[in-house]
């Protein structure tokens, strides 16, 4: 499944960031590698096994907050972090890099399979109407 950049995105993401951290600041600080100065590329730049054990050094902490709240049923709260974590991705990647778009990607079908069980949740819809994660290109696991 294909997902696009929704112009509607450029306004709503940095809203969500007030909402939720106050300004992009506050987003920055509690993932410090988030912020534009964090050298990923460098000669005194050095991955090792203890960086990337280190939870705060991860990119993905924003996304992995919102997969929590998947996992507490928080699908609103998770789709508003995903989308966040696609903003952020858009704004700081390389466009010409395939990596990227495919991690870009896969952020915005969790956006989707989010809003979608939202959605399911509120309506109260049927078991057999269910949104799964399969129907969004991402895995059942």
Same mark, same amino acid.
């Given at each position: ?16 960031? #007030? ?32 960086? /990337? ?8 902490? /924003? ?13 609103? /709260? ?42 399911? #949740? ?20």
């Amino acid at each position: 499944m294909q997902c696009e950049w929704r112009r509607s995105y450029d306004r709503l993401v940095p809203m969500l960031i #007030k909402e939720y951290f106050g300004d992009p600041g506050g987003l920055t600080r509690q993932f410090p590698y988030m912020k534009s100065t964090f050298q990923w590329k460098s000669d005194d730049f050095i991955i090792s096994a203890e960086k /990337l054990a280190n939870p705060n050094n991860k990119y993905h902490g /924003l996304e992995k907050l919102a997969v929590q709240y998947r996992n507490k049923g928080a699908n609103v /709260l998770a789709g508003d972090l995903w989308l966040i974590a696609a903003g952020w991705r858009r704004n700081t990647m390389d466009p010409s890099d395939e990596r990227h778009m495919e991690a870009l990607q896969f952020v915005l079908r969790n956006v989707e399979y989010d809003r979608a069980m939202a959605e399911w #949740k509120k309506k109260k819809l049927a078991r057999n109407a269910m949104p799964y994660p399969s129907l969004f290109g991402l895995s059942d696991a």
